[in-house]
């Protein structure tokens, strides 16, 4: 499942941006409401302040976002269903399922 959009406005420095015009960066730092982004996709390095409403991450696979699915996984595996569950069957594919093997 897609994660919620607040989780995937969190950025960090040194997180990969994409802007809503299709230019790949590097968010260097938060400057009140708006980041400030370098561009290196010509032969000089650019940096422009950007608001945060015009970037997105490059990837959805973000620590925001595992963070989520493991507690919604907890959430789960918390409710009553499962209480009383002899075996329970998860899906090697699922990112979220290999972080808790781990």
């Given at each position: 499942a897609r994660p919620p959009h607040r989780t995937m406005r969190e950025f960090k420095p040194g997180d990969q941006v994409i802007t809503k015009g299709g230019r790949k960066g590097i968010a260097e730092f938060q400057v009140g409401r708006r980041w400030r982004v370098q561009f290196d996709?010509?032969?000089?390095?650019?940096?422009?302040?950007?608001?945060?409403?015009?970037?997105?991450?490059?990837?959805?696979?973000?620590?925001?976002?595992?963070?989520?699915?493991?507690?919604?996984?907890?959430?789960?595996?918390?409710?009553?269903?499962?209480?009383?569950?002899?075996?329970i069957v998860f899906c090697r594919r699922r990112d979220a399922v290999m972080e808790v093997f781990r």
């Open positions: 996709d010509g032969e000089l390095v650019q940096r422009k302040v950007l608001k945060k409403g015009r970037l997105h991450h490059t990837s959805l696979r973000t620590d925001g976002a595992k963070v989520h699915k493991l507690e919604l996984l907890r959430e789960i595996l918390e409710t009553r269903d499962f209480e009383q569950a002899t075996i």
